[in-house]
């Protein structure tokens, strides 16, 4: 069975601290995903990675950072906290697309309160 | 322009009616459009999609309605039941198709009322 995990389902933060947030999948899949979702946009993608140590920016990559040392962990990180940061972030993963379209799996979400 | 526009943001339906919920892009290059439902407490799980070359696919009490020439997409929920109360997305794949990116719409909390 499919599963991603997210380390944690919420967080409270103070502003300025450094905030980390990992998902592993167990399904071997080369693609994974961080995204916010905020009420009224959507899902908006931060980072994305196609391999280990491989990275590339999204749409709203400011103030974020990520890490994929494993295939099956990716870590979005936040270097430094602050309040409009305050959302829920979700972690999704695919396998290597080869002309097919393929289902994005999402973790179950860190809802993240930054004071 | 790599949008999603979706609409509306919220929707109220009386059990057994329809839902209806409308996308829309500009991007031709696009060529999959899933929509995703979201349960309170969830991540967002793939419901339904379709391809451009289909005008229209249909899976139970859902079914994706598709106009290539307006760019516009929707989901119909026929016989809607308190059970399909959730968020629903859609999306679209922007290239390069490898990456397995997609872009989502807003949006869409559905409520139906018992």
């Known amino acids: 069975d499919v599963k991603v995990t997210q380390s944690s389902r919420y967080l409270v933060k103070r502003t300025g601290e450094k905030v980390f947030l990992e998902c592993v999948q167990d399904m071997d899949h080369e693609n994974m995903f961080w995204y916010r979702q905020d009420p009224g946009l959507g899902l908006r993608l931060i980072y994305f990675s196609y391999d280990v140590k491989m990275k590339e920016k999204g749409d709203i990559p400011e103030g974020y950072s990520v890490s994929r040392e494993k295939k099956e962990r990716f870590s979005l990180i936040l270097e430094s906290a602050s309040t409009n940061q305050t959302s829920m972030y979700l972690c999704?993963?695919?396998?290597?697309?080869?002309?097919?379209?393929?289902?994005?799996?999402f973790g179950p979400g860190t809802r993240l309160l930054v004071l | 322009q790599q949008q999603v526009k979706q609409s509306p943001q919220s929707l109220i339906v009386q059990k057994g009616g329809i839902s209806i919920i409308n996308c829309a892009y500009e991007n031709t290059a696009f060529d999959y459009f899933p929509w995703y439902q979201q349960f309170p407490g969830k991540g967002p799980a793939l419901l339904i999609a379709i391809r451009p070359d289909v005008s229209e696919k249909k899976e139970g009490r859902f079914t994706i309605s598709f106009n290539k020439s307006a760019k516009q997409f929707s989901l119909h929920i026929m016989d809607s039941q308190p059970g399909d109360s959730a968020t629903y997305f859609c999306a679209a794949n922007p290239p390069p198709r490898n990456t397995g990116k997609l872009i989502f719409g807003q949006g869409t909390t559905l409520q139906v009322k018992p």
């Open positions: 999704a993963s695919t396998p290597l697309v080869q002309g097919l379209r393929e289902t994005q799996y």
